[in-house]
């Protein structure tokens, strides 16, 4: 008998209508974007200019144009789906919490006229004049919440988004960041 109470007393505890609810795990009707690749790259986006091969060395400021070469857009395409909810700040935002950097939340482009850029030399050696971006693409889903109980998709597409542009001169034999775009050039023009 005091097994059967037990039981009683169990069940009484139990709210009544939660039999087999299935738990919340997120805000009816909220979205959000899954990545399911990302990457980055580096971009030159003016032709690389070298000053004076062999450079005598001595503090000296010098000027460089570099024309315009590349442009960088960014923004998201649709593959499929209803995009409602999935506008490009949101994927850009999103794009950018997942790759290392800091990037562009809104449809833009990089800068298509020439450039001056100023740099001060100081010692001996090759000079190169240099202006570029670091590129972020990335591959996206979308999700909706159904009731709370689970992410249904609901669009898909791919997105791409840039850094600030970074100009400057880099001498031959320095040593800088393997990611930079400084290291780059280097690699292609040293």
Known sequence: MAAVT????AAVLVPVGSAGAAPLICD???????????????VLTHKVE???????GGSRTVTKTLTHEKTITSGRSISGGAAAGFG?????TSLDAHVEGAYTHEKAKTRTKSVTISDTLTK???YFFYRG???????WQG???DRGTKWIEQTWGKAQSFSAQVDGAVRCGDSVRKKSLAR????KYC
């Open 88 to 92: 490009v700040k949101k994927v850009l």
């Open 133 to 139: 971006t670091v590129k972020a693409t990335g591959t």
């Open 50 to 56: 070298s000053y004076e091969k062999g450079y005598s």
């Open 184 to 187: 780059l050039v280097q690699d």
């Open 124 to 126: 001996k050696g090759d």
């Open 6 to 9: 037990g039981v009683a007393a």
């Open 143 to 145: 999700f909706r919440c």
């Open 28 to 42: 009816p009707g909220s979205k959000t974007v899954k990545w399911v690749t990302t990457g980055s790259s580096r």
